[in-house]
């Protein structure tokens, strides 16, 4: 690996490409998912919810794209997803981990239901659906076709930020799982990626009644996460007029940080 080239091989066209999004019904993965389709990949869209995958599919057609039902609490569940695609396709040139909840939560509420929630589906969501394309994927990486893994963190998971008391530890989880996966997987071919969005506009963040700087819409995100791709990189963040400043923030002494937090949110 290169210490100035691209962290990751570019992909720069997705025709004729499969792709698998966990979590497509709503928000960035369905976002994502219809950018794909339209720059000409076949999209495999999974979630717990079946009604929007399959107006998904109607929409774009099924030559193009399909829907799976998954829970990724479930390892069986995404065992029979991961089979059922290869099963279809063959292989599979994108797994995009997109599943995710939030809910916001203080220390001062702290309650043990909705932090295991988010453990269930945002760390061991991601635990099972790697455990069930993993092996596809190194057997496809050692037959010279390799493929790419993208979790989407945030930037909560970066550092602690109010109200995230659930929802942050966990992003942090998947940032730090992307990081061992990319020094691990580096010498086989495949790509890692791990996404730290800023303030996106899903039905996640719409239960938020705080100001939320530099909101973007779900396209608009999907359209940075192709662009990162397409530069082969790592560590895909946007806004960047929103996510450098945290960057920033990041590097300053925990003093100078948190005191800069605690003013900047008002919390």
């Known amino acids: 690996m290169s210490m100035f080239g691209p ?28 950018t794909l389709v339209q720059q000409g990949a076949h999209v495999v869209v999974s979630a717990r919810t079946l009604a929007p995958l399959e107006a998904f599919v109607e929409t774009n057609g099924s030559a193009v794209a399909s829907a799976i039902a998954l829970d990724v609490t479930n390892p069986q569940s995404c065992n029979d997803a991961a089979q059922a695609i290869w099963q279809r396709h063959g292989q599979v040139d994108l797994v995009l981990f997109a599943a995710g909840t939030y809910k916001a939560l203080r220390a001062t509420e702290f309650d043990l239901q909705v932090m295991t929630q988010h453990l269930q589906v945002n760390v061991q969501g991601a635990y099972n659906v790697l455990a069930a394309i993993m092996p ?18 945030s930037v909560a ?111």
């Not at 066209?13 to 960035?28: D, E, L, Y």
């Not at 596809?136 to 963190?153: D, T, W």
């Open 7 to 34: 962290m990751n091989p570019p992909i720069n066209s997705w025709q004729g490409k499969v792709v698998w999004v966990v979590g497509g019904s709503t928000g960035i993965g369905q976002a994502v998912a219809e």
């Open 136 to 153: 596809k994927l190194m057997v496809q990486a050692n037959a010279g076709h390799c493929g790419h893994i993208s979790l989407i963190s």
């Open 157 to 267: 998971g970066w550092s602690g930020l109010p109200n995230s008391l659930a929802y942050g530890p966990t992003k942090a989880a998947l940032t730090h799982l992307g990081e061992v996966l990319y020094l691990d997987l580096a010498k086989t071919g495949l790509g890692v990626s791990v996404v730290h969005p800023g303030f996106v506009a899903t039905p996640l963040t719409a239960q938020n009644d705080f100001h939320m700087p530099a909101l973007i819409t779900p396209h608009a995100a999907a359209q940075a996460m192709l662009k990162g791709w397409a530069q082969g990189e790592f560590d895909i963040h946007y806004p960047k007029r929103f996510t450098l400043w945290l960057k920033l923030i990041r590097l300053l002494p925990h003093r100078v940080a948190q005191a800069l937090i605690l003013k900047a949110t008002k919390l």
